[in-house]
Nanobody
Framework: VQLQASGGGLVRTGGSLRLSCAAS????????IGWFRQVPGKEREGISC???????YYSDSVKGRFTISRDIAKNTVYLQMNNLKFEDTAVYYC????????????????????????WGQGTQVTVSS
């Protein structure tokens, strides 16, 4: 069971990147996949999730700018990031969410760290002005 995140890099403010999370070793279509990010010294932030039944959720910090999608044939989940801001700089991770993308009363992704399964390695995103 493995997830591999890729696609990070250096981009200017207002630019775009697409991250990929490639899955192997398990039935990918049966799992929810979440995207997370972390800045040194801060808690890991859950920013988006795609459920196994096709629902998608975002955090307020990325809503309207990021889009999560799933390509079952390629066993890959993507995170399209547009209009990047300096504060999007972080290491980005993907992970399986064993509770199928829980959400709060505002409809935002609301994860519990204890319910996350397999993690991919991080990919660095740096946004410069």
């Amino acid at each position: 069971v493995q997830l591999q995140a890729s696609g990070g890099g250096l981009v200017r403010t207002g630019g775009s990147l697409r991250l990929s999370c490639a899955a192997s070793g398990f039935d990918f279509e049966d799992y929810a996949i979440g995207w997370f990010r972390q800045v040194p010294g801060k808690e890991r932030e859950g920013i988006s999730c795609t459920s196994y039944d096709g629902r998608t959720y975002y955090s307020d910090s990325v809503k309207g700018r990021f889009t999560i999608s799933r390509d079952i044939a390629k066993n890959t989940v993507y995170l399209q990031m547009n209009n990047l801001k300096f504060e999007d700089t972080a290491v980005y991770y993907c992970a399986t969410d064993l509770t199928n993308c829980p959400y709060d009363y505002s409809g935002n992704y609301y994860y519990n760290l204890k319910n996350l399964g397999t993690w991919g390695q991080g990919t660095q995103v740096t946004v410069s002005s």
